[in-house]
């Protein structure tokens, strides 16, 4: 596998379930991002991780956690979500620290569905 | 807050045209800028950075500028194709530790 692979492709659950979204990268990179995005919005930044470490929440409801064990992988648990959190969830990785050659290489993403 | 805009919200081309996107954002404090082609149901794809320093990027048919002190990127496209139908995306990236702002895209279809 090359670049950013997220799993599953395509999740529907309903509002009482509990799953995992996975996003693994295979670039080096220390820096892994989750984001939202939904039917006619711009995409939204949820989650910055540096170097296992989270350095960004913005403002995100607490039914989504995320979880970074490692600079390669990157989790993001759902439960009791509401209907409005169907969307499109991307991750993206790119190196940590200031530098302006930092660029975001994103995954295929996962198409979750809230009934 | 970093504000960015794209204009037009969507554009539809014939085939061979040359066309320009824009994209504004309100902080020029910015590391870089980034532009992204997105097809429809899938992940973002990058297609060019331009540091804070430089002002324009090319890749082959694309070709992007960058003006920090107005605000303003453009990517031109040369030569339209049918197979460039996506929407495109600017992202720039402020002089914070790795945070991104973006614009809600040009949706961009070229007519054969």
């Known amino acids: 596998e090359t670049g950013v692979t997220q799993t599953p492709r395509h999740l529907v659950m309903g509002m009482t379930n509990k799953k995992s979204l996975k996003c693994e990268q295979h670039?080096?990179?220390?820096?892994m991002y989750w984001y939202k995005q939904s039917a006619k919005k711009p995409l939204e930044l949820m989650f910055v991780?540096?170097?296992?470490?989270?350095?960004e929440n913005n403002s995100v409801p607490s039914r989504f956690s995320p979880e970074c064990p490692n600079s390669s992988h990157l989790f993001l648990h759902l439960h009791t979500l509401q209907p409005e959190d169907s969307a499109l969830y991307l991750c993206?990785?790119?190196?940590?620290?200031?530098?302006?050659?930092?660029?975001?290489?994103f995954g295929p993403g996962t198409r979750l569905t809230v009934l | 807050k970093q504000e960015v805009t794209q204009i037009p919200a969507a554009l539809s081309v014939p085939e061979g045209e040359n066309l320009v996107l824009n994209c504004s954002f309100t902080?020029?404090?910015?590391?870089?800028l980034q532009w992204f082609r997105q097809d429809p149901g899938k992940g973002l794809t990058s297609l060019l950075l331009?540091?804070?320093?430089?002002r324009e990027q090319t890749s082959g048919r694309l070709n992007a500028s960058l003006d920090k002190s107005s605000g303003r990127s453009t990517l031109y496209i040369a030569a339209s194709q049918p197979g460039d139908s996506a929407t495109y995306l600017c992202?720039?990236?402020?002089?914070?530790?790795?945070?991104?702002?973006f614009g809600s895209g040009t949706k961009l279809n070229v007519k054969p």
């Open positions: 993206a990785s790119s190196h940590a620290g200031s530098s302006s050659y930092n660029e975001q290489f």
């Open positions: 670039l080096g990179h220390n820096a």
């Open positions: 991780y540096n170097f296992k470490e989270q350095t």
């Open positions: 902080d020029s404090a910015i590391y870089n």
């Open positions: 331009i540091q804070s320093s430089q």
């Open positions: 992202a720039v990236r402020l002089q914070s530790f790795n945070k991104f702002y």
